[in-house]
C-alpha cells in the first residue's frame, strides 16, 4: 500500500476554485496526501493540508508546466477564432488531465510505477480509459463522478467534440465528415477546457486526497 493512501479525510472540506485569469488555472498540491487547492494561502506551506495535516514539503503546481503551455497555446489560437484547431488541441489537453487522473489514482491505491506505465501503454483508447479503467479504479462510472461532482453534462459534451474531432481529423466518406468544425464548437470546447480543471481537482480530491482505497 502506498503512503498516500493511509490518510483518511477526517473533516468534511470543500475544494477551493483558483480564480479564473485568462490562462490555465493555478493550483497547489500537498506533497504528502496529493490534495489539490486554489487558496493562494495553501502555497506557502504553512498552513496545515485540510486532509493530511501536513505542512511539510514544498507545495508543487498543478496542472503541470506541460499543460500550462498547452493551455497557453489553446488560448492563443482561440483568440485568432482558428476554432479548429482549437478542438483538436483541448481534446488534446483533456486526455492528458485525464491519463494524469488515471496514473494519480493508481499511486494512491498503491501501483507500482511500472504496472501504472503498462497499463497506460495498453490502455491508450479514450473511450476504454473512460469506459473500463476509469470505474475499474474509482468504484463507479465516469458520468456518475461527474454527476455527483456536479458536472453531469461534461461527459456527454466531451464526447460529441471527440466525434467531431475525429470526423475532422479522419475524413471519410463512410461517416459523415464535416467540411469544417463549426465555430460554435471551439467555445463549446474553451467551455470545457475551463470546466475540466474543476472537475479532475474535484476528482483528485475525491479519489486520490481523500485514502478512498480504505473505504
Ligand atoms: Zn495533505
Known sequence: MSKKSRFKQTRPHRTVFAPETGEAPLYWECPVCGYISGDPQFMDGEHPCPICGATDG??????????????????????????????????????????????????????????????MDTQRAIGTRIGKLFPALAGEEFEEAAAELGYRDFPYRWRQLREARNAFIHDSPFNDARETLQPAMGNDAMELLDQSYKLFVLLNNRFVADGFSED
Request: hydrophobic share 45%; net charge neutral; no cysteine.
Open 58 to 119: 514544498e507545495r508543487r503546481v498543478y496542472p503541470t508546466e506541460r499543460i500550462r503551455r498547452l493551455d497557453a497555446r489553446i488560448r492563443r489560437y482561440n483568440a485568432e477564432g482558428d476554432h479548429e484547431i482549437v478542438v483538436i488541441l483541448v481534446m488534446a489537453l483533456l486526455e492528458a488531465v485525464l491519463e494524469d487522473i488515471l496514473d494519480r489514482i493508481m499511486d494512491a491505491q498503491g501501483a507500482t510505477l511500472p504496472l501504472r506505465r503498462m497499463v
